[in-house]
């Protein structure tokens, strides 16, 4: 069983140390700057130091969900040399796609055939990427959020719980799109869009 690190010792993170034993691997710290992160709860692995501090002897987990927070946190720990791992859960379903390193998949989402995506994926429970959809970094997808086939996603766009991509849209870099929208036309960069219609705010 191999061994990781868990970026973030918040919710996400400490749902990513139960994810993680589900697909075979062994969580054996946090890395977070908050030390007591973890006092009032049982059954965890260590904090193990902040972002500068923690012995970066294992490959990491990124268990932060907050895109721009979490492309600074990872940042900071790749100048300092840190390695970053996937973890992708048994119930997850990833078909003849294309991911980069630190892809996080929550049990029952899934990617179809011929995505390509690139690094630092996160996707929660039931999320979904069509086929032949084009991503870059930093993609998160909440629960239930639906991108279609063909779809192309730039770096650092953000999808809420349910939302909805139409099959061949474009949202542009560090775009995000509200809980519940529906997207039925192209979102450009660094907008962010919430209805049904999704409309510009």
């Not at 977070?32 to 049982?42: G, I, K, Q, R, V």
């Not at 139409?166 to 919430?194: D, E, W, Y």
Request: proline share 5%; glycine share 14%.
């Amino acid at each position: 069983m191999r061994q990781v690190l868990i970026l973030g010792a918040g919710g996400l993170g400490r749902e990513l140390f139960w994810w993680a034993q589900e697909a075979n691997l062994k969580p054996i710290g946090f890395i977070d700057d908050c030390s007591h992160a973890l006092d009032t709860f049982e059954g965890y692995a260590p904090i193990l130091g902040s972002i500068d501090t923690a012995p970066l002897t294992h490959p990491i987990l990124c268990g932060i969900g907050q895109n721009a927070l979490r492309q600074i946190c990872i940042e900071r720990l790749l100048a300092r040399g840190a390695t970053f791992c996937s973890c992708i859960h048994p119930q997850a379903k990833v078909i003849h796609a294309t991911l980069g390193e630190g892809a996080v998949l929550a049990p029952f989402s899934y990617i179809g055939a011929n995505a390509h995506v690139g690094r630092f994926l996160f996707m929660q429970c039931g999320a979904v990427l069509g086929h032949d959809v084009r991503a870059g970094d930093f993609l998160r997808l909440d629960t239930s959020a639906f991108v279609g086939g063909g779809a192309t996603l730039g770096n650092g766009v953000t999808l809420y719980t349910g939302a909805k991509v139409m099959p061949g849209k474009t949202i542009g870099h560090r775009a995000t799109l509200g809980a519940g929208s529906v997207l039925l036309s192209n979102l450009p960069p660094q907008t962010t869009a919430f209805g049904v219609p999704a409309q510009k705010l």
